[in-house]
């Protein structure tokens, strides 16, 4: 299996800044695409950011314009840039790597968020 480790969650204040990382396996090469997801308790998983293998980012419309996603690819490690903290943020976040038909989960890392 492949092996995805997610650091860099904590406590921030509201308004505050987080910075994600998410290393994934050196040996991969050839990706569909590595973002990042979310999940509150209670809820059910959300989409958050994706950066393609021809380096194409989505956001999705909640964090946009606060969250910046991005990839080393040398380490094929992808990095969410979290700024403008909101509580509602709050939340464990998975990292998220696609491989043609594969989908690969992290074992997720806690934000919170307080006002």
């Known amino acids: 299996q492949v092996q995805l480790v997610e650091s860099g969650g904590g406590l921030a204040q509201a308004g505050g800044s987080l910075r994600l990382s998410c290393a994934g396996p050196?040996?991969?090469?050839?990706?569909?695409?590595m973002g990042w997801y979310r999940q509150a308790p209670g809820k059910q998983r959300e989409y958050v950011a994706t950066?393609?293998?021809?380096?194409?980012?989505n956001y999705a419309d909640s964090v946009k314009g606060r969250f910046t996603i991005s990839r080393d690819a040398a380490k094929n490690t992808v990095y969410l840039q979290m700024n403008s903290l909101k509580p509602e943020d709050t939340a464990v976040y998975y990292c998220?790597?696609?491989?043609?038909?594969?989908?690969?989960w992290g074992q997720g890392t806690q934000v919170t968020v307080s006002s």
């Open positions: 050196r040996n991969i090469f050839s990706f569909t695409a």
């Open positions: 950066t393609t293998s021809g380096g194409t980012t």
């Open positions: 998220n790597l696609r491989v043609v038909l594969k989908n690969y």
